[in-house]
């Protein structure tokens, strides 16, 4: 018999038990110990929290109820480990450092369409275009206009598309966007990325 505890694990509830729950919060305090310094700490957390609670769904999928260490394990390897994406700090956590041995999992992401809405005129329907199909956004912009002006219809189905695609909201979405794996280091990466952004539109 072994004791299960409830968390909150970006916005989803979970059941896991004890030894699975100490693995899990070691391992997030090893890499929230990484962004210390950070101004984009919180942000990166939050994502890496929301992609994790995604991958404890699918891992769970109506099979199980609870999450164990085998399931931690398997999301750690897909996720990276802290030492993937940084050099080694004066002090690792002790329990994490434990259960780090592993080696890194190939996850192949699917590519899926969303809106960007960091690369849109109107609603983002032809930056995610262009990011699903690896092209650039103007051309779609360009076959919209086309549409419209030759048969009239352009801005019905671009107004179709606004609607039936959802806007890539959080990082885990925009690097599923393009196709990139969500990872640790691809999320800390397009996090610093959005930031730098930001800073250069604030100074001009």
Known sequence: MKTTITINLGGIVFHIDNDAYEMLHAYLLAV???????????????????????????????KRDVIMTEDVSKVIEIMGEPEDFVEETEQESTNFKANSKRKRTEYKTTRRLYRDPDSRVLGGVCGGLGAYFNTDPILFRIIFILIFFGMGSGLIIYIILWIAIPEASTTAQKLEMR??????????????????????????
């Open 32 to 62: 929230e110990k990484q962004f210390v310094n950070e101004n984009e700490r919180k942000e990166i957390m939050t994502d890496v929290e929301t992609r994790l609670s995604e991958l404890f769904k699918e891992t769970l999928a109506g």
């Open 179 to 204: 196709g990139e794996a969500i990872t640790i280091e691809n999320i800390k990466k397009a996090v610093r990325e959005e930031f730098e952004n930001v800073r250069k539109n604030m100074k001009f």
